[in-house]
Structures are given as structure tokens and as C-alpha cells.
């Protein structure tokens, strides 16, 4: 069956489709500036502060994206030696060292952007705090996913090891792939197959009790 997405997975699956617009916006700028720079020696001026912004805000917009599937770099060893109740409290004081961080990353970008808010880019014209700013929608952002992770590990009583595995792979529907006949067919192939291999093992160790008996 297929796994009903919540309001949540829709807002990050929408945030998947713009880390896709702004890669895109990325690879464009940058080659038409290479185009016109080697067939018509010029370029167009916005072009490396547009690749740049949207560089920047494709690693903002990855990092919170990454952080709540658990895709960060990370060693699970620890984890794994540690019973559940040790290991839930070791992750939980993770989530609490990730939060003290996101606080200092918050609280500088929006002093940043404060010192910056006057100031624009020189080519696009664009406010130099909105860099900042992303920094600080980041920090906000991975404090309410840690908060979230401290929720699951605590109240819903979650294994450090299960909340360390990422986002749980979706059931796949496999009447979306084939007809029900054919779908049918393999469930009968595999039933089967398994049936056959059983009966050769019955018929093996038949045969090996047979032998001993015989000598």
C-alpha cells in the first residue's frame, strides 16, 4: 500500500522541487555565461551573483531537507554498542548539542543581516541580508526537526537506532507496475518456487537419512 504523505512530507517534497529550481537556475546562469563569454567575448554581469545565490540557498534549502531524513554524515556505531535507554539518552543529548548550535548559527545570521540590511548586491541588485536570513530560517528550521527528534525519543519511546535510519523507505505498490494477471502469475511463480525448494530439500534429507541407514 502506498504510504499517505502528511502535510509535512508534502512541505518537504515542495522543498525538494525548489532545491530543484534553484540547481537549475544554478547550471543555466553559469552556462550561458560560458557561452557568451567564449562565441561572443561578453557575459552577462548578474550571472555569477544569481549561480551563487542559488548555490547558496540549494545548500540551506539541502541542509534542513537532509537533517530531518537523517542523511548527515554520521557514525551509528556507538548507537548500536549502547542499550535503548542509554542510547535514546545519547541521542537526545545530540539533539540538544544540534539545538545550542542552530542558536548560535540563528542568533549570528540575524545580526548579520542586521549589520547588512542596507546593503545590496552589486550586480543583481538584490539585499545581501537575504543570505543571512536563509542562515537563520536554517537554524530555526533543524532547532524544530532536533525538538521534533527529542519528541520521538522521549514520549513516543523510538529507538535511537530507527530514528538514526532516516525516513522509512515507502511500501511500493506493485499493482502500479503490472496487471492484476500478471501480478497473479509472479505471486504463483514465487509460491511456486518456494514450494519446489522445500520439496527438493525434503527429497535431500530423504535421501542422506536413507544412505545412514543403509551403512
Do not use: C
Not at 126 to 146: E, N, Y
Not at 170 to 183: G, Y
Not at 184 to 210: F, M, P, V, Y
Request: aromatic content about 10%; hydrophobic content about 50%; proline content about 1%.
Amino acid at each position: 500500500m502506498k504510504k499517505t504523505q502528511t502535510p509535512l512530507d508534502r512541505l518537504f517534497r515542495s522543498l525538494e522541487y525548489l532545491m530543484a529550481i534553484f540547481l537549475a537556475i544554478m547550471i543555466i546562469s553559469m552556462f550561458i555565461n560560458i557561452v557568451m563569454r567564449f562565441i561572443f567575448n561578453s557575459g552577462i554581469a548578474a550571472s555569477e551573483e544569481v549561480a551563487r545565490l542559488a548555490f547558496i540557498f540549494l545548500v540551506y534549502l539541502g541542509t534542513i531537507g537532509a537533517f530531518r531524513s537523517n542523511q548527515h554524515l554520521g557514525v551509528n556505531l556507538i548507537y548500536n554498542k549502547l542499550g535503548h535507554t542509554v542510547g535514546r539518552w545519547v541521542y537526545v543529548l545530540t539533539q540538544l548539542i544540534i539545538i545550542w548550535v542552530m542558536i548560535l548559527l540563528a542568533w549570528g545570521a540575524i545580526r548579520l543581516a542586521g549589520v547588512s540590511f542596507n546593503d545590496n548586491w552589486v550586480a543583481t541588485g538584490f539585499p545581501r541580508w537575504i543570505v543571512s536570513g536563509m542562515g537563520a530560517v536554517t537554524g530555526v528550521a533543524i532547532i524544530i526537526l532536533a525538538m521534533t527528534n527529542i519528541y520521538d525519543a522521549v514520549v513516543r519511546k523510538i529507538p535511537a537506532e530507527q530514528l538514526l535510519e532516516g525516513e522509512m523507505e515507502e511500501d511500493v505498490d506493485l499493482s502500479d507496475f503490472m496487471t492484476e494477471d500478471e501480478l497473479e502469475d509472479t505471486i504463483a511463480e514465487l509460491s511456486g518456487g518456494q514450494l519446489h525448494a522445500k520439496a527438493q530439500d525434503q527429497i535431500a534429507r530423504e535421501g542422506s537419512s536413507n544412505g545412514k541407514a543403509k551403512k
